[in-house]
């Protein structure tokens, strides 16, 4: 199936049977790829995370669903070593997070790719600047010169449909849509081996949504990429085709019922 | 009895309180500084170059746009002092008046005004722009994209403060001299020569180490402090002002004290109190 025809009706309950069928791919990909070894985290004493074991071997994908306010992002940005836990370790293709620098995490071969809710762009860049910094900052590690560089950013930005008016503006100059789709060329551009997405598709426009989906499948399809999603589109998950857990009370469940998701009917598809 | 034992009880309280509060913050702010200068040893040539070329947009920022201002307050503090000297000392202590401008200027006022300057027009640019990325998650992206924040962030303009008030300070007392000249021009132009080598004789090399010691230190604290306020910033917009004004007023208090101390410790115990 393309990723640009509509999906078939999937049957919600059935998420489990679907992640099933995928793993035959896993279990020939028997690498470490994204450990959450008994991780706590608490904002002031409110627990989000309890004592969290997780594994997503190297190249496999899932996605993460739960109530707003659950604490999805916070165990995206403690997965993707943003965050450092109460206690625990956060580990990447084996290598714990706690004691590395950002840049030593690059010079090990662990390039992240991270798209917030918000975008977290810089805002005294413009479109261009904001994804070759990294490729910039990190162009010794990644072998790279000034070509290769923006042959790189550019490139990222056109897999992400950015157009090329908007590659000198700043942030502040760009709708809301366009910053989520410079956000995610930002995230690309590294060609990351780790990638995590909080709410892809919360308040954007068909055309954007469905470039972003478009761009998610291709990295859950990816050997060398280890995906992790925070979403409750049940769109979305159908779309992805991938594992899915539920965040509730700081422990991460298999999705097993309807419970998890919101009510069917408050999401559009895309196209409609 | 039983109501004064429960205000001592509540004293003894806030006491321990604020202790512990100040160990916090004094802890924070020693892991912030190791932190910028752990990250800025760590090897990358991509990410050496990126920095270096901020923290040379950061002292432009710092200290060439700071100039216009600067040459304002040191003229007119020049004058004034050379006014008030002459109230004083009349015409028969001319040589005196120029001394005393020079040495007041060289040792105390220009390091410690230029500090205060520095420390309101950059420090609330350092403390609010770093709040802004906090509260805009620009830091933590930066952190996701393998940039270490105290690198990016905080070392640059750590090291702009700290080379830019130095300058500064020289800008400064040239300009508050030159003030003073002014002033005095106007009072009785007669008097410039005489005044003059009294100012030329105010000048000693032992204060070159003295303000060097000064001027780096403050810059230093004015950097380290704000950068600090604000990392301090959570998720709230309303908290950026809040931590500006905290990173402005701290830096200002955490200056006079280290200008006072250096003072006193560089001529009580290093000079014995014997220069005049």
Request: with cysteine; charged share 15%.
């Amino acid at each position: 199936m393309s990723d640009n025809e509509a999906p078939p009706p999937v049957d919600l309950l059935r998420v489990d049977a679907i992640a099933g069928a995928r793993l035959p791919r896993r279990e020939r990909d028997r690498e470490p790829g994204l450990t959450l070894d008994r991780v706590d985290f608490d904002y002031q004493g409110h627990v989000i995370l309890a004592g969290m074991d997780f594994e997503l071997e190297r190249g496999a994908s899932a996605v993460v669903t739960g109530q707003n306010g659950c604490g999805k992002s916070t165990l995206l940005y403690v997965a993707a070593g943003l965050l450092p836990p109460r206690r625990g370790t956060v580990l990447h293709a084996g290598n714990p997070l706690g004691a590395l620098f950002p840049s030593a995490r690059v010079q090990r071969g662990i390039r992240v790719g991270f798209v917030f809710q918000e975008g977290g762009l810089l805002a005294n860049l413009d479109a261009l600047s904001n994804v070759s910094l990294a490729l910039r900052y990190h162009y010794d590690v990644l072998a790279l010169d000034e070509t290769s560089l923006m042959a790189q950013a550019e490139a990222a930005l056109e897999t992400a449909q950015v157009s090329r008016t908007d590659w000198h503006r700043q942030p502040a100059h760009l709708s809301f849509g366009i910053r989520k789709r410079l956000a995610l060329a930002r995230a690309l551009a590294i060609k990351p081996n780790f990638f995590f997405f909080d709410d892809p598709d919360v308040g954007l426009d068909p055309r954007t949504a469905q470039v972003t989906h478009q761009i998610l499948c291709q990295l859950r399809d990816d050997p060398e990429v280890t995906l992790f999603v925070a979403t409750n589109r049940p769109q979305l998950i159908e779309r992805l085709e991938v594992p899915g857990y539920r965040l509730s009370a700081g422990q991460l469940s298999s999705h097993s019922g309807k419970s998890s998701l919101p009510p069917s009917g408050s999401f559009t598809r895309p196209g409609a | 009895m039983a109501d004064q034992g429960k205000a001592g009880e509540s004293l003894l309280t806030g006491l321990g309180s604020s202790a512990l509060h100040a160990y916090r913050v004094a802890g924070a702010l020693l892991l912030t500084l190791i932190a910028a200068y752990r990250s800025s040893s760590a090897p990358g040539i991509g990410a050496r170059e990126v920095c270096r070329a901020l923290t040379v947009r950061q002292i432009f920022y710092t200290s060439f746009q700071a100039l216009s201002m600067i040459s304002v307050v040191a003229l007119f503090v020049g004058a004034t002092l050379t006014a008030q000297s002459e109230i004083l000392g009349g015409p028969l202590q001319r040589e005196t008046t120029g001394r005393v401008l020079v040495t007041v200027v060289v040792r105390e006022l220009a390091p410690l005004i230029t500090a205060i300057i520095v420390a309101g027009r950059s420090g609330t640019a350092i403390a609010t722009e770093i709040g802004v990325m906090r509260v805009n998650s620009e830091i933590l992206a930066l952190a996701s994209l393998g940039i270490d924040p105290p690198r990016f962030i905080v070392w640059p303009r750590l090291v702009s403060t700290t080379v830019s008030v130095p300058l500064l300070t020289i800008y400064f007392s040239t300009m508050a001299v030159l003030g003073g000249f002014i002033a005095l021009f106007f009072i009785d132009s007669h008097a410039v020569a005489e005044w003059r080598s009294g100012a030329v004789l105010g000048l000693s090399v032992i204060d070159l180490p003295l303000v060097l010691v000064k001027t780096l230190g403050l810059g230093a604290l004015v950097g380290w402090v704000c950068s600090y306020y604000g990392f301090e910033v959570g998720s709230s917009p309303t908290e950026v002002p809040q931590k500006a004004s905290k990173a402005v007023v701290q830096s200002l208090i955490a200056c006079i004290i280290y200008n006072a101390v250096i003072t006193m410790a560089f001529y009580g115990l290093l000079v014995g109190g014997r220069l005049q």
